[in-house]
């Protein structure tokens, strides 16, 4: 049809699911989540300079698709993503997702990847970045309260990058658990199966809430958290959908991603508009102090945000670079003259 | 790596640049052209039913990328798509697109394809199915102001829908209309070039102006607008970028597609925020009469809404049923259990 193949303009490259789990292995699993936290790190450090957005959600029964863009001037991001809690029956995923990187100047697009993967390891390279930050000194153990499919992710994250060594799991469904154990095993991590929340969160300096059901649920409840842990809540992430009992919010201190977003999706949606949050890039930043002793409490109230998947983005673009982990994808028209669209599909009939 | 291809729940049928040329090729331009045109009518008739919300945009020093999404409970759609007037100095397309199909009850993409073609092919028939209710009953002639990207399909839909006959360019850059009127030959038009846009519009009862300049233009002047004219204004669609002199509108009557992005977006941002408008689905619905008599000025502020992607989007699915004119892409993991992310991930290690 072609005389000649599309050229480079037309051309971008696609990390298909099968070439980002070659990548994850090609950098190492740990590596990758212990870099792309650094990645997440820079971007939240220079937060001021990124277009901020909440996140563009059409909601219907079943679930919620979202769009997520975001911007720092020279490229623009965004996730498609969905979230339907019910998925897993028909044998489908939670949370599916595929992202762009374009660049600014001309608006064309220069990655476009998988992003159910990537979105599991960004969320735990992001829980693990704030952990940095405001957990405990020295922790050494996480309750892992949901062990779907994002449990694995936040326990090596917190190894690879907050240097916890004992990871102990809780699941309302004893099988989640069993799978979650079975794939750490071999990992260099301690692990503890709990048959109850209270047990797991027995000795655990970090708190990982990470589960799916789309209601207001109590994982935790105040009588369970006792002073001086952090607590990494994930799985309150849209209206309606909460894990922590309200009281707990009242002793902690709350660490968000974009509180405009955060106040409608996260654990705060439960709380008055004006209760008191940090934004945690400004702990990143330097401009506050994070964790001020051993007795606080530390919540951060993760919703996932744009900006982290910019980072992801931008991460698989530079680890690509010299790999042949992605192929070419002919997405964008190129006719030899750009004004003769018209041309360029005639001269192929 | 995998032990078994992906299942069909990971594959996505994409739909390249070659591929939706060979398509349009295998329909004929101007049945594609007619159908689609009859595929956003239905979607216009039930106008109602569809969540709507104005694009999101970035915009930037040279342009804008925006996302435009909507949902008819049952699909859901968005486009990627960039502006970008300086872009075809470099070589580059003004505009570029690329859009999505998904299935709202369980949030997986069904369909992804370029849509840079697909964009102009919506565009024009649009255009048409606004001018087959406004346009004078027995419109023959066009005046198509402005020979650039849009050009040839503007002309060709109006044919295919209208049943115009005769089409008078006019551009700036005479090198442009030299161009439309080359690929416009032999395709049952009269085609006449002309030298200033007064000489275009003579004799002509459809008005089109598709200029690409981000700026305030006065591309059409009051003196130029007789009475009895249909108006197609599709180049006025962002801020900052309007094609007509105020005056113009104060004698129409003008149909825009959605209110909200109108008024920030197309020739109605020069006018008050009350400016009276009627939405063009009324026409089509039968709540409206549309044209009144003959020497009603009817103006189509057109600036593109993401039900008409939809709609295209929803045709390309139907069209490419039984065809070969898609490949599948490996963009959502599927692990065998679906809690089972990480398992995937380390199986395929």
Same mark, same amino acid.
């Given at each position: 049809m072609h005389a000649t193949l599309p050229s480079a303009k037309a051309l971008v490259p696609f990390v298909s699911v099968e070439n980002m789990m070659r990548l994850v292995h090609h950098v190492g699993i740990e590596p990758f989540l212990k870099e792309l936290s650094d990645y997440i790190e820079q971007d939240f450090r220079r937060w001021e300079s990124f277009d901020k957005t909440p996140r563009l959600a059409s909601h219907s029964r079943d679930g919620v698709i979202e769009l997520m863009p975001t911007s720092d001037g020279t490229n623009y991001s965004f996730k498609y993503v969905n979230g339907h809690p019910k998925n897993t029956r028909n044998g489908f995923q939670t949370v599916a997702a595929f992202g762009l990187l374009a660049d600014v100047l001309n608006g064309y697009p220069i990655l476009l990847t998988e992003m159910t993967l990537l979105t599991a390891l960004r969320t735990a390279a992001t829980s693990a970045m704030a952990a940095r930050h405001l957990?405990?000194?020295?922790?050494?153990t996480m309750a892992l309260i949901g062990n779907g499919a994002q449990a694995e992710f936040q326990a090596l994250a917190m190894k690879a990058v907050v240097g916890i060594n004992h990871v102990r799991l809780y699941d309302v469904d004893p099988a989640a658990t069993a799978k979650a154990a079975r794939n750490l095993e071999g990992k260099g991590l301690q692990v503890t199966s709990c048959r109850t929340a209270e047990a797991a969160i027995e000795g655990s300096q970090i708190i990982t809430t990470c589960t799916a059901d789309k209601q207001n649920a109590?994982?935790?409840? =105040?009588?369970l958290v006792g002073s001086g842990v952090h607590i990494n809540a994930i799985g309150g992430d849209c209206p309606g959908k909460t894990e922590l009992h309200p009281d707990i919010l009242l002793r902690a201190d709350t660490y968000v991603e974009y509180p405009p977003q955060t106040r409608i999706e996260g654990e705060i949606q439960q709380m008055s508009e004006d209760f008191p949050v940090t934004e945690l890039w400004k702990v990143i930043a330097g401009l506050d102090n994070g964790r001020r002793d051993d007795r606080q409490i530390t919540l951060f109230?993760?919703?996932?945000?744009a900006i982290e998947d910019f980072s992801a983005l931008r991460y698989v673009r530079d680890k690509l670079?010299?790999?042949?982990f992605s192929q070419d994808l002919d997405i964008v028209a190129d006719p030899?003259?750009?004004? =003769?669209l018209f041309g360029m599909l005639e001269r192929a009939r």
């Amino acid at each position: 049809m072609h005389a000649t193949l599309p050229s480079a303009k037309a051309l971008v490259p696609f990390v298909s699911v099968e070439n980002m789990m070659r990548l994850v292995h090609h950098v190492g699993i740990e590596p990758f989540l212990k870099e792309l936290s650094d990645y997440i790190e820079q971007d939240f450090r220079r937060w001021e300079s990124f277009d901020k957005t909440p996140r563009l959600a059409s909601h219907s029964r079943d679930g919620v698709i979202e769009l997520m863009p975001t911007s720092d001037g020279t490229n623009y991001s965004f996730k498609y993503v969905n979230g339907h809690p019910k998925n897993t029956r028909n044998g489908f995923q939670t949370v599916a997702a595929f992202g762009l990187l374009a660049d600014v100047l001309n608006g064309y697009p220069i990655l476009l990847t998988e992003m159910t993967l990537l979105t599991a390891l960004r969320t735990a390279a992001t829980s693990a970045m704030a952990a940095r930050h405001l957990a405990p000194r020295n922790a050494t153990t996480m309750a892992l309260i949901g062990n779907g499919a994002q449990a694995e992710f936040q326990a090596l994250a917190m190894k690879a990058v907050v240097g916890i060594n004992h990871v102990r799991l809780y699941d309302v469904d004893p099988a989640a658990t069993a799978k979650a154990a079975r794939n750490l095993e071999g990992k260099g991590l301690q692990v503890t199966s709990c048959r109850t929340a209270e047990a797991a969160i027995e000795g655990s300096q970090i708190i990982t809430t990470c589960t799916a059901d789309k209601q207001n649920a109590q994982i935790l409840t =105040d009588n369970l958290v006792g002073s001086g842990v952090h607590i990494n809540a994930i799985g309150g992430d849209c209206p309606g959908k909460t894990e922590l009992h309200p009281d707990i919010l009242l002793r902690a201190d709350t660490y968000v991603e974009y509180p405009p977003q955060t106040r409608i999706e996260g654990e705060i949606q439960q709380m008055s508009e004006d209760f008191p949050v940090t934004e945690l890039w400004k702990v990143i930043a330097g401009l506050d102090n994070g964790r001020r002793d051993d007795r606080q409490i530390t919540l951060f109230d993760s919703v996932g945000f744009a900006i982290e998947d910019f980072s992801a983005l931008r991460y698989v673009r530079d680890k690509l670079s010299g790999t042949p982990f992605s192929q070419d994808l002919d997405i964008v028209a190129d006719p030899d003259d750009p004004r =003769d669209l018209f041309g360029m599909l005639e001269r192929a009939r």
